[in-house]
């Protein structure tokens, strides 16, 4: 079956680090997101690809970084890590939006602690 | 501008209690879809329904209902006999007919006791 993973699961860190926060989608899909989520905030768009060498910058991009050198993968970076990034990251992945408007599916999520 | 509005941050009920967990979205574009997602407690994001802005019947699946109504700009979701397996976060999104990039509200906490 076709799904999308994320890696690490959990993951603690220390301020000023290098991290980056794999996604995987297997569904063969275009468009690829990640967010964060945040107690009182929901989930917030921070980079999105809509194919492969594609890159754009969501509502929360300072700090982060993302490249799309295939259809399957989107990897987050975090250049240099801050408690303020201390946050649940969901990857998602989607067609290309047709007459349906295509929903969003999600990875599991990896939760990211900088100290 | 896009946004989404989910006023009820936490709601608790019996179960067997109907419940109604409010939407309202704003957009300027005449062609949009709004979507449902719940999160139990495990944490995933499950896809619950989509609709677009042309299609405004309401929609039944099993307990759940969602009544869509462009004159309020509203979407809600009713879960008829709560059950506690409902006890999750939902989030209502919003997506413009234009673009791939969902807007979500912030998540109203749904809590059912048996």
């Known amino acids: 079956d076709a799904e999308i993973t994320q890696s690490p699961r959990h993951k603690i860190t220390e301020t000023g680090r290098q991290v980056t926060l794999a996604c995987h989608q297997t569904?063969?899909?275009?468009?690829m997101f990640w967010y964060r989520q945040d107690l009182g905030h929901g989930l917030r768009l921070i980079h999105y690809?809509?194919?492969?060498?594609?890159?754009n910058k969501g509502e929360v991009s300072d700090g982060y970084s993302v490249s799309r050198s295939n259809t399957e993968d989107l990897p987050l970076t975090l250049e240099s890590a801050a408690s303020s990034q201390t946050s649940v990251y969901f990857c998602?992945?989607?067609?290309?939006?047709?007459?349906?408007?295509?929903?969003?599916?999600f990875g599991p999520g990896t939760r990211l602690t900088v100290l | 501008a896009q946004k989404v509005t989910q006023a009820q941050t936490e709601i608790s009920v019996v179960e067997k209690e109907d419940v109604t967990l409010d939407c309202v979205y704003e957009?300027?574009?005449?062609?949009?879809?709004l979507f449902w997602y719940k999160q139990p407690p495990s944490g995933e994001l499950v896809f619950l329904i989509r609709?677009?802005?042309?299609?405004?019947q309401n929609e039944i699946s099993g307990r759940y209902s969602w009544n869509f109504q462009k004159s309020t700009s509203s979407f809600n979701f009713t879960i008829t006999a709560s059950q506690v397996v409902d006890s999750a976060v939902y989030f209502c999104?919003?997506?413009?007919?234009?673009?791939?990039?969902?807007?979500f509200g912030k998540g109203t906490k749904l809590t059912v006791n048996p």
């Open positions: 998602a992945s989607s067609e290309r939006t047709g007459v349906n408007g295509n929903e969003q599916f």
């Open positions: 569904w063969n899909h275009n468009n």
């Open positions: 690809s809509y194919g492969v060498q594609d890159t």
């Open positions: 957009t300027r574009d005449t062609t949009y879809y």
């Open positions: 609709r677009n802005s042309f299609d405004e």
């Open positions: 999104a919003l997506k413009q007919g234009g673009s791939e990039k969902l807007v």
